[in-house]
Structures are given as structure tokens and as C-alpha cells.
């Protein structure tokens, strides 16, 4: 019996990394969720709940902001949900007892975006609003770490923006009932994503304001996504990520920090 199919004889396993995987919403990659005999079962696993999350934008002067939300999970062999993210699962292909590519396409909300209220420095710029964004994501997932890459577009027209995000991660179990999952990545944005969002058009310069038009830019990524589960019903998930800006975005004069993070608290209740 290789590794992947003995942890099919732990359910417990199966919904713990579901929900580390998920949590943070395609913000990097998935562990390994569903084994390959799983995916064969028409069993879907729901899952609600409560969680809130606390992020810092880089735009100068802007507030921190704490936001609530309800967590909705549904989990099968053909989609996964949870979060901004909805997930349409496609065959995978089992290289071996250690080793999986999965395939899926994806569409998850992005509430990126501010009103010329949020801060000082957005007086007199025109709204920027977050969107819907859709495309493809693959990986690869490994004994040894898992990789994963999504590419996608921002269909709600918005930005008209490009993004295509890199990802290696690895989960590690300790006891029953507790499971880390530590990841770095790299998320590249087109120059109309990054425009859209840190550019100052010539209607919006003022005296502390010039002009500015984004280009492409590639952010750096790391944090740790956490689960402690009771039992086989209540859990509790953590995450904390910090992102390092690139210059392209840096440079903006909407933008005053070369950081921004997030963290993220919940209760899942799965059934």
C-alpha cells in the first residue's frame, strides 16, 4: 500500500487538508484533497461556518481593514467550494503512488479595489472596483512538496487584467488533530492589472499625485495556513501571509509600503 492510498483509511486526514488547502482561497495552491479512489465516489462533503479576515492594503494612509464572512464548503470528485473560490475539477493523471497532477478550472472573486474615501491619497481618483476572475490551474502534488500554477484573467472587465501565480507548499501533520501547511510563491500581474489598480491617470494628477502607468510586476509570497479539528465535525483554521511588492507597484505614489499581509481566522462546522 503506497502513502496516498493509506490515508484513505483516515477520513479525519481527507477533511483537514481540504480545509488548509482551501482557506486561503487560491491566494497560492492546494494540497492534496481528495486521493485518487475518493474522486471515484459520488460522496460530497459540505461544510459552513464563520471566519473573518484582517488585511493591510499598501495604498498610503489607508486603514486596516476587518471584515467577517460566512465559510460555505462543498467538496466531490466533480467541484470544490469554499471561499471566494469555485473550483471545476478535471481527471487527474497518477504518475505513480507519491505522485498526482490535478487539473481544474477555476473562478473566484477578487475584492482588490478602493473609493476615493478609503484614504487621503485616493481623494479625486475614479473608484477601482474588485471583479470575478476565471481560468486554469494545475498541480502537482508530491511526497516531498506540492506545486501548483493558475493562470487567470479578470472576466468581469474590470482591469481587463492578466495574472499567473506560482506556488510550492508542503503540509505537515503533528498528532490527531493539528496540521501546518507553510508555502511560498510568486504572483505575476500584467501591466493592466497593476495600471488598473496603482496607476494615476491624467485626470486623477494633482500636486502630490503625478501621473503614473503600471507595468507588469511579480509579488512575493509566504505564509502558513493552520488546522486544529476537534473531531470529525468542528474546526478551526488559521492563516497569516505577508507579500513583498515589486518595485512596479512600490513606485506608485498611491502606495507607501513595500508589504502588505493578511490574516485569517475561522470555525467550520463539516458534516
Do not use: C
Amino acid at each position: 500500500m503506497g502513502p496516498r492510498q493509506s490515508l484513505l483509511l483516515n477520513g479525519r486526514l481527507t477533511i483537514m487538508r481540504l480545509v488548509t488547502a482551501a482557506f486561503f482561497g487560491g491566494l497560492v495552491i492546494a494540497s492534496p484533497l481528495v486521493l485518487a479512489d475518493e474522486e471515484n465516489s459520488d460522496e460530497t462533503t459540505w461544510g459552513l461556518g464563520v471566519g473573518a479576515i484582517s488585511d493591510q492594503d499598501p495604498y498610503a494612509g489607508i486603514d486596516r481593514e476587518n471584515t467577517p464572512f460566512p465559510l460555505f464548503l462543498v467538496e466531490n470528485r466533480y467541484i470544490s467550494v469554499f471561499g471566494p473560490e469555485i473550483k471545476f475539477k478535471l481527471p487527474s493523471l497518477v504518475i505513480s503512488d507519491s505522485q498526482q497532477l490535478d487539473f481544474g478550472i477555476v473562478a473566484q472573486y477578487d475584492g482588490s479595489g478602493y473609493e476615493q474615501g478609503d484614504a487621503t491619497i485616493l481623494n479625486g481618483m475614479s473608484e477601482r472596483k474588485g471583479g470575478f476572475w476565471a481560468g486554469a490551474k494545475v498541480e502537482w502534488n508530491t511526497d516531498l512538496v506540492d506545486v501548483g500554477a493558475e493562470w487567470l484573467t479578470d472576466v468581469s472587465g474590470n482591469s481587463d487584467g492578466q495574472r499567473f501565480d506560482l506556488g510550492l507548499e508542503r503540509t505537515w501533520e503533528f498528532g490527531e488533530h493539528i496540521m501546518l501547511t507553510p508555502h511560498v510563491g510568486a504572483s505575476w500581474q500584467d501591466d493592466k492589472n497593476v495600471d488598473y489598480y496603482f496607476g494615476v491617470r491624467d485626470s486623477e494628477v494633482r500636486f502630490d499625485r503625478p501621473a503614473y502607468s503600471g507595468e507588469s510586476a511579480v509579488n512575493i509570497e509566504a505564509g502558513v495556513r493552520g488546522v486544529y479539528q476537534f473531531d470529525q465535525h468542528h474546526s478551526v483554521l488559521i492563516g497569516v501571509e505577508v507579500t513583498s511588492l515589486a518595485d512596479e507597484i512600490k513606485d506608485s505614489p498611491l502606495v507607501d509600503r513595500s508589504t502588505q499581509n493578511a490574516v485569517l481566522v475561522g470555525y467550520l462546522y463539516t458534516f
